[in-house]
């Protein structure tokens, strides 16, 4: 079993950053792929970024490509989401997401075993 906690989540002014971090529980953190999602009011949770076991390879939703990066502490058991140049429609809840599945292209949320609580993340025009 593993445990997701997400922090990081605020307020923020558009052009502004955050930094997400989702600390995991548990001794198999180094052998899962993980996953930042995120839903909006009204809106399917959708696919923000992933990265693979080691950290080496990463994949990311074309509308947060070039602003969002995602990367994994091993040692800590952590990953985080480093959001610049945030916009106004970057607003939502955003999950972290474990996944036993070898492969950074798991964008459907099915194909994730474990999630997090979620943390607010609003932007403000």
């Known amino acids: 079993q593993v445990q997701l906690v997400e922090s990081g989540g605020g307020l923020v002014q558009a052009g502004g950053s955050l930094r997400l971090s989702c600390a995991a529980s548990g001794d198999t953190f180094r052998s899962l792929v993980m996953g930042w999602f995120r839903q909006a009011p009204g809106k399917e949770r959708e696919f923000v970024a992933s990265i693979s076991s080691s950290g080496t390879n990463t994949f990311y939703t074309d509308s947060v490509k070039g602003r969002f990066t995602i990367s994994r502490d091993n040692a800590k058991n952590t990953v985080y989401l480093q959001m610049n140049s945030l916009k106004p429609e970057d607003t939502a809840v955003y999950y972290c997401?474990?996944?036993?599945?070898?492969?950074?292209?798991?964008?459907?949320?099915?194909?994730?075993?474990?999630w997090g609580q979620g943390t607010q993340v609003t932007v403000s025009s």
């Open positions: 997401a474990a996944s036993s599945l070898p492969t950074v292209f798991n964008v459907r949320t099915s194909l994730y075993n474990y």
